[in-house]
């Protein structure tokens, strides 16, 4: 489950967990299902992924999740990385629901890009990575009305962010595991050194 002291979980309570699973063991990391508090000890990473935010946050909620995975990631010790509907429970929403974690100082409107029947792959400029463009795939994506000073944006969908970083949390309005596109978390898990625990 480690290389390098990187100790990698994908939140597995509902939506699309497995392909971030299998994207990781692709790079010999064997990522931990974590759908309880205690499956948050020793992480070093959290992918929070696509799925439904509003059913996501009862979920988190119901199994305890919800306070611990914000304070392990305020004491500075959990990196987090959401994709779509992660994405959005990490940032703060324009309307009322769902409630969301609110570590990413940035505003997201959900199903921005349309309905299911919209959805689209596309490839992406990442500067940040090697290679050619990353494909990705955007279903109902949400996107960022407006980022916070402190928010830096990795790439762009025209004019559009569509995946940024602040901190130790990175946010993907797509989803980058269905294309089995493994530049991007093979760049979450070395470009976010493990934080330290605390004494």
Do not use: K
Not at 90 to 110: C, F, K, Q, S, Y
Not at 136 to 148: D, H, K, M, S, T
């Amino acid at each position: 489950m480690s290389a390098g002291g990187v100790h990698v979980g994908v939140l597995a309570l509902q939506g699309a967990s497995e392909p971030h699973r299998e994207a990781f063991a692709r790079l010999g990391l064997a990522a931990r299902a974590v759908r309880s508090p205690e499956e948050l000890e020793g992480l070093t990473h959290l992918v929070l992924p696509g799925g439904e935010s509003t059913t996501l946050h009862h979920l988190l909620a119901l199994f305890g999740l919800w306070e611990p995975l914000a304070a392990r990631h305020r004491a500075g010790t959990l990196a987090l990385f959401g994709t779509c509907a992660g994405a959005i429970l990490l940032a703060r929403h324009a309307g009322v629901r769902p409630p969301t974690l609110r570590l990413l100082d940035a505003e997201i409107e959900r199903n921005a890009y349309g309905r299911q029947v919209d959805s689209f792959e596309t490839r992406l400029d990442v500067p940040s990575l090697d290679g050619p463009a990353v494909r990705v795939a955007f279903i109902r994506a949400p996107r960022f009305a407006a980022l916070g000073p402190g928010v830096e944006v990795l790439a762009r969908l025209g004019d559009e962010p569509v995946l940024v970083r602040q901190g130790h949390v990175v946010a993907a309005t797509f989803h980058p595991e269905i294309t089995e596109e493994d530049r991007l978390h093979a760049w979450i898990a070395t470009l976010l050194a493990p934080p330290r625990e605390s004494p």
